[in-house]
């Protein structure tokens, strides 16, 4: 089973910016950050993997994912910027094998390992 630990969440004012890091015990496959506001479904908001990386329309050229898998890291990174008030959510890093759609895997809360979460407020 595959350990993910969330942090860098924290409340920032719009316009702001927050990086987020997910330090996983062991790699796999694809890697992505998810989010849950309260009373919405959780929705994807990036993915990373061998083909590339996947955006939500929402996030597109404010947010950054990448990943260091260097000396055996295995660390998965969102970088955001230009931080809106609807941005504000609790964000959630999910590992997974395969290359399944981020909308699927944003659905199937058994699949795939998933953190605990990090709180992020944006205040306007």
């Known amino acids: 089973e595959v350990q993910l630990v969330e942090s860098g969440g924290g409340s920032v004012q719009a316009g702001g910016s927050l990086r987020l890091s997910c330090a996983a015990s062991?790699?796999?496959?694809?890697m992505g950050w998810f989010r849950q506001a309260p009373g919405k479904e959780r929705e994807g908001v990036a993915t990373?993997?061998?083909?590339?990386?996947?955006?939500a329309d929402l996030v597109k050229g404010r947010f950054t994912v990448s990943k260091d898998n260097a000396n055996a890291k295995n660390t998965l990174y969102l970088q955001m910027k230009n931080l809106k008030v609807e941005d504000t959510a609790m964000y959630y890093c999910?590992?997974?094998?395969?290359?399944?759609?981020?909308?699927?895997?944003?659905?199937?809360?058994?699949?795939?390992?998933w953190g605990k979460g990090t709180q992020v407020t944006v205040s306007s």
């Open positions: 999910a590992a997974w094998e395969g290359p399944f759609p981020m909308a699927w895997v944003a659905g199937e809360a058994d699949f795939g390992y």
């Open positions: 990373i993997d061998s083909d590339g990386t996947t955006y």
């Open positions: 062991d790699s796999t496959s694809s």
